[in-house]
C-alpha cells in the first residue's frame, strides 16, 4: 500500500502554478527577445533597417539632385512575422513587422512598418541585406545584397 500524500498548502499550490506559468511563458518571452530559431540577432535587424533607409535615401536625393541626410536612428524593432526564403542560392528571411525611427538631426520618432530580406552567410555567423531587383520576364526573382556587420 502507497503511503499517503500530504494535502498541499495553499502557499504550495500557488507555487506550483507559478512554476507551470513560468514553464509554460518561458519559449513565449523567448520568441519575443529576438531568439526564434534563425532570426538574426537585434543588432543586425538594425543595421539592416538603417542600411536600408540610407539607400532610399540616397536614391531620392541622388533623383533630386540633392545631399543626402545623416545616418538615421533606428530603435525599437518588433518582428511580426517571419519566413524563410531562398535568395538566389543562400538561405535567407523575410521579415515584416514594425520599428521606431527618426532621420540625422530631427527630434520626431516614427514607429514606420518594415518588410526586410536579409541573407544568412554560409556559417550563419553573417548577413546581408537583400534588397529584389526585379526578375526577367519568365525567370526568377533576382536579388542586389549588401553586406551588414557582424553582430557582436
Known sequence: MLP??????PLRRALAALALVLVLALPVGLSGCGL????????????????QIQLTQ???ARALELEAAGL???????VEEQEPVRIGAAKGL???????????????????????????GQRGESWRLALPSGP?????????????????
Not at 36 to 51: C, F, T
Not at 109 to 118: K, Q
Request: no cysteine; proline share 14%; aromatic share 6%.
Open 4 to 9: 499517503a500524500l500530504p494535502t498541499p498548502t
Open 36 to 51: 526564434l530559431r534563425g532570426q538574426p540577432p537585434q543588432r543586425v535587424l538594425l543595421d539592416a533597417l538603417a542600411l
Open 58 to 60: 540616397g536614391a531620392i
Open 72 to 78: 538615421p536612428q533606428v530603435s525599437r524593432v518588433r
Open 94 to 120: 523575410h521579415l515584416r513587422g514594425r520599428f521606431d525611427w527618426r532621420l540625422a538631426g530631427d527630434p520626431i520618432r516614427v514607429d514606420s512598418p518594415f518588410e526586410l530580406w536579409l541573407e544568412q
Open 136 to 152: 526577367s520576364p519568365g525567370a526568377e526573382q533576382t536579388w542586389t545584397t549588401h553586406p551588414l556587420p557582424l553582430p557582436g
